[in-house]
């Protein structure tokens, strides 16, 4: 709960939950290059101490805007971002903050095609770094993200608040694989008569979420953090599905419940889940299955 502008009291705080700030620099010089931020955490420990832990972290300024945006770090920008998108949704339009997110975005579009455009002659080329490429994809997942999408009877309200807190609580590496999941496929790696569960990461793929990446004859994990959907495509070998749900082979998936067989096909899924499970030990997945 924001108390003030320099005070935010929190009823419980793990290690699994970040928090974002937005400060603005009134003087109208920098004199020095580096700046440095200075946090106050009072809290109370588990033996009833009271306790005041200081954090203390340097930040590099500088004066010319090209600089800023050689330096970006565009996953911060997106967490950032998607923070405010999902703030803005209580007071606002869920519209409007959706526009306010594109705005800033065409608004960074222009300032940096205005730094080089004349010098580089571009024409009508959009233009941006290398390493902003993948700030406009997150901007698309923000606005398709259950607090921001549609309108308000595409999702329940008690839906869209839960994704809105969990949003505007989650570090920066698990915000990100829920706005963007990994999408692998497995059906190939199953098949593999001599495969190890231990070499799935090593040579694990995570295709781009788009229809065309999926394949009716394959099998795929959808994994953003907090659920596994498994996709049966409906063209899949009946050898794999049956291995891996054995009675309920012809029943309906929604009603399924995943579990060990008696074969190595199974087992190996089950490992592989397993695995994806050890990488995120702060939530237990559970398993969806769809076709």
């Not at 994990?221 to 959907?229: C, P, R, T």
Request: glycine fraction near 4%.
């Amino acid at each position: 709960m924001l108390r003030s502008t320099n005070l935010l009291a929190l009823p419980d705080v793990d290690c699994d939950k970040a928090y974002a700030m937005q400060l603005s620099f009134e003087e109208t010089l920098l004199k020095n290059q580096t700046i440095f931020f200075q946090v106050a955490l009072l809290y109370i420990a588990s033996c009833g101490e009271r306790c005041i832990r200081v954090h203390t972290a340097a930040a590099p300024v500088v004066a010319d805007l090209g600089a800023m945006y050689r330096l970006d770090d565009t996953f911060a920008i997106v967490s950032l971002l998607c923070r405010l998108g999902s703030l803005f949704t209580l007071t606002n339009k869920l519209e409007d903050a959706r526009n306010s997110l594109q705005l800033k975005i065409v608004k960074t579009l222009r300032e940096y095609r205005n730094l080089y455009a004349v010098r580089h002659q571009f024409g009508a080329r959009m233009i941006y770094l290398e390493s902003l490429k993948f700030l406009y994809l997150y901007r698309l997942a923000v606005s398709k993200s259950v607090p921001l999408k549609g309108g308000y009877a595409d999702a329940q309200l008690d839906e869209r608040c839960t994704a809105g807190f969990f949003m505007m609580a989650l570090p920066v590496k698990k915000l990100l694989k829920l706005l963007y999941p990994n999408l692998i496929r497995i059906d190939e790696f199953l098949l593999k008569p001599s495969a190890q569960t231990d070499d799935f990461k090593n040579t694990m793929n995570r295709l781009p979420l788009v229809a065309e990446s999926l394949d009716l004859r394959g099998l795929y994990i959808y994994d953003d953090g907090f659920y596994f959907v498994i996709w049966f495509g409906r063209m899949l070998s009946p050898d794999i599905a049956g291995n891996l749900l054995r009675p309920d082979f012809a029943a309906e998936l929604s009603r399924v419940m995943l579990s060990r067989h008696d074969n190595e096909m199974s087992r190996m899924l089950m490992g592989i889940l397993k695995k994806l499970r050890e990488s995120n030990p702060s939530y237990y997945q559970l398993s969806y299955l769809v076709r």
